[in-house]
């Protein structure tokens, strides 16, 4: 594992360089940093160049994606990482609480989570930080008049957007099905729920692997664009009725739930593509009177059988299918790399108050898009490179 943890730091270049810089201007000398995302490998790239900038790092973990090879190996170069791999959201808050208890002068949230137990339990000296997620933005923008510090939200970035969540995340969520499966995606109907950039991404790598794609969207804007894009637009639940694989993608909880236990297809592969864990009511589709049975019958496939005598299966649990599964490897590095320059980026206008009470949830400033996709394409064309 740790071989594949050196391959993604080498292949991060433009985390590299900013590194090389950090080691040089020390934005964060004398800071801690908090943080709540994945533990994985290319997490481990961002959090090492933090380091490298000063600052005392002390990390969690999301549910059921922290990689116990992440967290040796972050561990062995003198980052706090508290906990370990679970499911379980009580463990999971508490392990937040614990970050939250080292007072960091800066918050790298994943979700929203450990801004939002901040607002509950308050302490003095946060400047504030980041938050990844639209699922995050989501949730805290109702809280700025709480909150009052800036926080910079990475998702909204038109970077993030193309970059990792259109491009990357609809490559990632088909390779995870396909790696988890096995099956063919070849004229099956694809439900995709929601149409978002990752929805888009997802819809069109699906419909790239010669899959029948429709699109679900409560936004009847979205809704047009989907349909302008080429894909089918029906009511939801014929949309549900008619699909061999259903992945959700909205950010919003209970997108698929007991009501429709006796919509789905035999067959039916649930798939979860959202952060939260809660797309995917699996709790309600298990307890349901119409399920007989729910048995793992694969490598992170759970199978229901229901008294109609179809069956459901869902994928990792109804967790986030690519980070969740089995062998797990999220988005491509270069992606990723993006991704976590601007996190850096953001981490470090923050702590030079470059960024005011005034940015509370706000996306990332122009400036920063601007210089992060500047110094990516320097290392494409390299000064004196012919270009393709």
């Known amino acids: 594992m740790n071989d594949r943890i050196e391959w993604v730091r080498s292949s991060c270049q433009l985390l590299a360089r900013i590194g090389r810089e950090f080691e040089q201007t020390q934005p964060f000398r004398g800071l801690t940093i908090g943080t709540g995302i994945h533990l994985e490998p290319k997490t481990v790239a961002l959090i090492l160049v933090l380091q490298q900038g000063g600052a005392e790092v002390v990390a969690t973990g999301n549910l059921n994606t922290t990689q116990p090879a992440a967290v040796d190996y972050v561990r062995a170069r003198g980052i706090k ?165 259903i992945v959700t993608v909205t950010g919003a909880p209970r997108v698929l739930d007991a009501r429709d236990l006796l919509l789905f297809k035999d067959r039916v592969l649930l798939v979860n593509a959202g952060h939260f864990p809660w797309e995917i009511d699996r709790a309600a589709l298990i307890g349901n009177p119409t399920t007989l049975e729910a048995k793992r019958t694969g490598d992170g496939i759970e199978s229901l059988r229901l008294t109609n005598g179809r069956v459901v299966h869902l994928l990792a649990e109804g967790h986030m299918v690519n980070l969740a599964g089995p062998r797990p490897l999220g988005n491509s590095i270069e992606s990723m790399d993006l991704g976590f320059a601007l996190q850096a980026r953001c981490l470090e206008a923050v702590a030079r108050g470059e960024a005011t009470a005034d940015a509370c949830v706000v996306p990332v400033p122009r400036a920063i898009d601007e210089r992060v996709a500047a110094a990516y394409l320097d290392l494409c064309y390299p000064p004196g490179s012919a270009g393709p």
């Open 81 to 245: 990482v508290i906990g370990q791999p679970t499911s379980d959201p009580d463990q999971h808050g508490s392990y937040q609480r614990q970050v939250l208890a080292e007072k960091p002068d800066l918050l790298l949230d994943n979700g929203g989570d450990l801004f939002d137990l901040f607002r509950q339990n308050r302490y003095d000296g946060l400047l504030g930080g980041s938050e990844e997620t639209t699922s995050g933005r989501m949730r805290l923008a109702p809280l700025r008049d709480e909150l009052r510090m800036p926080i910079l939200v990475i998702n909204d970035s038109p970077i993030k957007q193309f970059a990792e969540n259109e491009h990357a995340v609809g490559q990632s969520v088909l390779e995870s099905y396909m790696r988890i499966t096995n099956r063919v995606t070849n004229g099956q109907c694809v439900t995709v729920f929601g149409y978002g950039a990752c929805g888009r991404g997802v819809a069109a790598n699906f419909k790239a692997a010669h899959s029948r794609v429709s699109v679900i969207d409560r936004d009847p804007v979205k809704r047009l664009q989907a349909h302008l894009d080429g894909y089918a637009t029906p009511a939801r639940d014929a949309a549900v009725a008619s699909a061999d694989l």
